[in-house]
């Protein structure tokens, strides 16, 4: 039988880290965390499809898990919060708070994630056939919220740019910034004029905190020079509306050979959105 288009599996990817935070990567396309704390078990994003979502979920809960489990979107893009009716909604398996930005919570239920579902069917024809689109049940704003977990604080931190309800959160016990998408390796996705300045902003503000570990959900590093590298790259962007892909690379220190063709795109996106922000000058 001739495989899927898609990836299908999850599996746990270690970090050789501090084994509180583990990471669960779907292929090429995605990585989640969880994070283990003596209080609570929280999961940060749940994939694209709610069978990935439920393959997350049975490799990390354990038996006495169930009364003591958090979910966490970091943005309502598919592949972070797509499989959210596992643990939320009548026919939740493993129910518990999903905690989401306001706009999350709108994007998941509007229009928008609707027409972005149409799309994706299209693209990936089958995938989505059990999807119910499922909003976070716990709804925070700008300000974030600092999770207590006894040994371990989370704090969501409003993080801009790629998306606008975008949390990145904060350990700082480690020192670890979990981000999202806010931070990539080589380069975020931004495309408005506004999104380069709201990303850059992001990444200062992560910076501040002076991490340790850098953890971005695309881009497989923990280097904490990931968020100069992308400062540096939206910078670039910024002056040179028309920046050849070949000087990115070299600004992310990879080679145009080593680029995924999504990051092809990424970059095209962004010098439209420079483009659009110069001439409004």
Same mark, same amino acid.
Request: glycine letters at 8%; charged letters at 25%.
């Given at each position: 039988?001739?495989?899927?288009?898609?990836?299908?599996?999850?599996?746990?990817?270690?970090?050789?880290?501090?084994?509180?935070?583990?990471?669960?990567?779907?292929? =090429?396309?995605?990585?989640?965390?969880?994070?283990?704390?003596?209080?609570?078990?929280?999961?940060?994003?749940?994939?694209?499809?709610?069978?990935?979502?439920?393959?997350?979920?049975?490799?990390?809960?354990?038996?006495?898990?169930?009364?003591?489990?958090?979910?966490?979107?970091?943005?309502?893009?598919?592949?972070?919060?797509?499989?959210?009716?596992?643990?939320?909604?009548?026919?939740?398996?493993?129910?518990?708070?999903?905690?989401?930005?306001?706009?999350?919570?709108?994007?998941?239920?509007?229009?928008?994630?609707?027409?972005?579902?149409?799309?994706?069917?299209?693209?990936?024809?089958?995938?989505?056939?059990?999807?119910?689109?499922?909003?976070?049940?716990?709804?925070?704003? =700008?300000?974030?919220?600092?999770?207590?977990?006894?040994?371990?604080?989370?704090?969501?931190?409003?993080?801009?740019?790629?998306?606008?309800?975008?949390?990145?959160?904060?350990?700082?016990?480690?020192?670890?910034?979990?981000?999202?998408?806010?931070?990539?390796?080589?380069?975020?996705?931004?495309?408005?004029?506004?999104?380069?300045?709201?990303?850059?902003?992001?990444?200062?503000?992560?910076?501040?905190?002076?991490?340790?570990?850098?953890?971005?959900?695309?881009?497989?590093?923990?280097?904490?020079?990931?968020?100069?590298?992308?400062?540096?790259?939206?910078?670039?962007?910024?002056?040179?509306?028309?920046?050849?892909?070949? =000087?990115?690379?070299?600004?992310?220190?990879?080679?145009?050979? =080593?680029?995924?063709?999504?990051?092809?795109?990424?970059?095209?996106?962004?010098?439209?959105?420079?483009?659009?922000?110069?001439?409004?000058?």
């Amino acid at each position: 039988m001739e495989a899927p288009p898609y990836p299908t599996e999850v599996a746990e990817a270690p970090l050789g880290l501090d084994p509180r935070i583990r990471r669960f990567r779907c292929d =090429d396309e995605v990585d989640t965390f969880v994070v283990v704390t003596e209080r609570w078990l929280v999961i940060v994003d749940t994939h694209s499809t709610p069978g990935l979502a439920l393959q997350l979920a049975e490799q990390c809960i354990g038996p006495g898990d169930a009364g003591r489990l958090l979910v966490i979107n970091t943005h309502a893009d598919y592949d972070h919060a797509w499989g959210n009716q596992i643990f939320s909604g009548p026919e939740a398996r493993y129910p518990a708070p999903v905690i989401g930005h306001a706009l999350c919570f709108e994007r998941l239920g509007g229009g928008d994630a609707v027409t972005s579902r149409a799309k994706m069917e299209k693209e990936q024809s089958g995938r989505f056939d059990d999807l119910v689109l499922t909003p976070p049940n716990i709804i925070v704003g =700008d300000e974030g919220l600092t999770i207590d977990g006894g040994d371990l604080t989370l704090t969501l931190v409003h993080t801009p740019g790629h998306t606008e309800d975008h949390f990145s959160i904060w350990i700082p016990e480690l020192r670890i910034v979990l981000a999202g998408d806010a931070a990539e390796q080589p380069w975020p996705h931004v495309d408005t004029p506004e999104g380069i300045a709201q990303a850059r902003a992001s990444l200062v503000r992560l910076q501040e905190l002076d991490p340790l570990r850098v953890l971005p959900c695309h881009g497989d590093t923990t280097e904490p020079a990931l968020l100069d590298r992308n400062i540096a790259y939206l910078d670039a962007v910024a002056t040179d509306p028309a920046l050849p892909i070949e =000087d990115a690379a070299r600004i992310a220190g990879v080679t145009v050979t =080593d680029l995924d063709p999504i990051y092809h795109e990424f970059h095209a996106d962004a010098l439209a959105a420079s483009a659009s922000l110069s001439h409004g000058r």
